[in-house]
Every structure is written in structure tokens, then in C-alpha cells.
């Protein structure tokens, strides 16, 4: 009896070793993402390998939510990892977390043109949100990738801001259902509906430009 005790307790004790050693890892990768942002003084605006889109919903008077999303990839794109953090508190002493994707799960995310596949993780796009205190939301963002043979990887940092997209803010209650994560669960007739929020809200930004 006290033998299978020893046997089930070294077992309990391996398991939470290796769940700490996996956990460690994933904190790792965290703060060498973050570390690169606090390092990086030149950033991208855009990128050739897909798109990236920062979109902002009103929570109430002092507090927004912004949503970046990326998706429609131009390659294939293993392994993915995304995080984009606030600049404003971007700091070395910073308590608060980065949204990120591919980072602190276990599953490994690949983008591939004109492909889903659920049970590969091939997912249409990703999107990450958090909250600010600002409408001028200043985002800088890192995403890393590796070739489907693993023998090449890349990574870009962009920066996006909330003032270069028309100066829009969104209330839109479709944008509020997207969480961090993938946006395979997000249905196209939605991102549909979103876009055309987008361009509604662009075209009455126009004509009350007009009209000051």
C-alpha cells in the first residue's frame, strides 16, 4: 500500500513539475516578445504579408475597447505568435499584459491563403483587444512565423493608431463578440455586416467634414 502511494505521488509530483517547467516556457517566450517591443525604435506601418486592422468600440465615457485583427495571409505563415501592446503602457515596470495569440497555448497557429482547417490549426485570422482610457489608441504590435520546413523565420513590428483610420470609433455590438483568439468561430456574414458598419461610419465622417 505504501508503494502504490510513493508510485501515485512521484507521478502527481512529475506532472506538476512538468506543467511548471511548460508554464515557465510560455513566460519566457511572453517577456522575449515583450522585451523585443521595449527594444524596437523603428517600426513598420503595414505589411506585405497580410492584413492588419485596428477598429475601436466607445465603452462608455472614459473607457474604450479596441480590436486588432489580422488575417487574409499572402503566404503560408507556421507557427504564429502575436501580441500588440498599448504604448502607453509599454513600460519596463508594466504589471499589465499584453494580449497576444500563440503564446501561452499549446496549440501552434498557421495561416495559409484561402485555407481553414480546424483540426490542423489553420485558422482564417486572429484577433486580439483590450481596453484604453483614450480614443487615441497607439498600438505597437510583433508577429513571428517560421516557414511550413521550419529553416526560415520572420518577424515584423508595426505600429497602428486609432487616429489614422478616419478618426472612426465604433459601437458596433457585432465587434464586441470578438475576444482574443482565432476568427474561425467569427462567421463571414458578420465580418461582413462589420465592414459595412465601417464604410458607413467612414462616409458620414466624410460628409460631416464636409458640412464643418
Known amino acids: 500500500m505504501k508503494k502504490i502511494i ?8 512529475t506532472a506538476c513539475s512538468d506543467d511548471s517547467n511548460q508554464n515557465d516556457a510560455y513566460f519566457e517566450t ?3 516578445l515583450y522585451k523585443a517591443l521595449l527594444d524596437n525604435e523603428q517600426y513598420l506601418t503595414s505589411s506585405f504579408y497580410y492584413d492588419l486592422t485596428l477598429e475601436v468600440s466607445k465603452l462608455n465615457d472614459n473607457q474604450f475597447r479596441y480590436y486588432l485583427i489580422l488575417d487574409n495571409p499572402q503566404v503560408s505563415m507556421y507557427d504564429v505568435q502575436l501580441m500588440a501592446c498599448d504604448t502607453t503602457k509599454l513600460t519596463v515596470d508594466s504589471d499589465v499584459m499584453c494580449p497576444s495569440v ?8 498557421t495561416l495559409i491563403p484561402n485555407q481553414i482547417n480546424r483540426e490542423k490549426n489553420y485558422v482564417k485570422g486572429f484577433s486580439l483587444s483590450g481596453i ?7 498600438i505597437n504590435v510583433i508577429i513571428k512565423w517560421n516557414s511550413k520546413d521550419l529553416t526560415d523565420s520572420y518577424q515584423e513590428m508595426i505600429n497602428i493608431n486609432s487616429t489614422k483610420l478616419e478618426k472612426v470609433v465604433l459601437t458596433s455590438n457585432i465587434l464586441n463578440k470578438i475576444d482574443n483568439g482565432t476568427l474561425n468561430d467569427f462567421e463571414d456574414e458578420n465580418l461582413n455586416q462589420v465592414e459595412e458598419e465601417i464604410n458607413n461610419s467612414i462616409s458620414g465622417s466624410e460628409e460631416n467634414q464636409v458640412n464643418e
Open 132 to 138: 484604453s482610457e483614450s480614443s487615441n489608441i497607439d
Open 102 to 109: 500563440g503564446v501561452f497555448e499549446k496549440e501552434r497557429y
Open 30 to 32: 511572453y517577456n522575449g
Open 6 to 13: 510513493l508510485i501515485v505521488l512521484v507521478l502527481f509530483l
